[in-house]
C-alpha cells in the first residue's frame, strides 16, 4: 500500500478549505443570496428610480456650482 503524499497534501488542503468555508456559514449566504433575489420584473423601477434619484443630485450639483462660480467671478472682478 503506497500513499502519495501529494494527493494527501492537496486532499487535506481542499478539506480544510471547505470546512473553513462551511464555518463561516458560506452555504447558508447563498441560499440566503437565491432567496432574496428579486425578479426582473421588480428590478428595471428600481433602476430607473435610482437614475432619477441620480440626476436630480447632478442637476442640483450643477446649481451648487454656478453659485460658487458666480461667486468667485464676483471676488476677483467685483461685478
Known amino acids: 500500500?503506497?500513499?502519495?503524499i501529494e494527493s494527501l497534501?492537496?486532499?487535506?488542503?481542499t478539506g480544510i478549505?471547505?470546512?473553513i468555508l462551511v464555518?463561516?456559514?458560506?452555504g447558508r449566504r447563498v441560499s440566503k443570496l437565491e432567496d432574496g433575489k428579486q425578479d426582473k420584473s421588480?428590478?428595471?423601477p428600481i433602476h430607473k428610480?435610482?437614475?432619477?434619484k441620480f440626476d436630480?443630485?447632478?442637476?442640483g450639483q450643477e446649481k451648487l456650482f454656478?453659485?460658487?462660480?458666480?461667486?468667485?467671478?464676483?471676488?476677483?472682478?467685483?461685478k
Open 23 to 26: 464555518a463561516f456559514g458560506f
Open 56 to 59: 436630480i443630485l447632478i442637476k
Open 42 to 44: 421588480s428590478c428595471i
Open 9 to 13: 497534501g492537496g486532499g487535506a488542503g
Open 1 to 4: 500500500m503506497a500513499f502519495d
Open 49 to 52: 428610480n435610482i437614475d432619477d
Open 17 to 19: 478549505i471547505g470546512a
Open 66 to 78: 454656478d453659485k460658487v462660480d458666480k461667486i468667485n467671478e464676483y471676488l476677483r472682478n467685483g
